[in-house]
């Protein structure tokens, strides 16, 4: 994900979100502290490095980081906000799912 684009790279992350959300489902100590952690990072990383890929203010765009509380739902939460933030197109099921988050 380090050499998508960063539209391509949430896309992916969203897949691995809905897989990992089912995967953990009974282990959510275990997804708070490996699987979240890495979302957070990419994205601190990704506003830091690319700011101007998004299209909301950089401020807003690093607010939405406090999105992530550790848990499955945090991570939809987050990755729904940089899509918001990137005015990305994605599938309509992948936005459903995205959704369910608000």
Do not use: H
């Not at 089912?22 to 506003?47: H, M, Q």
């Not at 739902?73 to 994605?90: I, N, P, V, W, Y």
């Amino acid at each position: 994900m380090d050499k998508a684009p960063v539209a391509q790279s949430l896309s992916l992350q969203v897949s691995i979100a809905q897989n990992f959300e089912c995967f953990f489902k009974t282990c959510p100590s275990l997804y708070r502290e490996i699987v979240a952690p890495f979302f957070v990072a990419y994205w601190e990383r990704t506003i830091t490095q690319t700011a101007a890929v998004f299209c909301t203010a950089l401020a807003y765009t690093q607010r939405q980081l406090q999105a992530a509380d550790g848990s499955a739902e945090g991570t939809r939460k987050l990755l729904s906000a940089m899509r918001f933030c990137l005015d990305a197109k994605l599938p309509r099921d992948t936005m459903e799912w995205l959704d369910r988050s608000k």
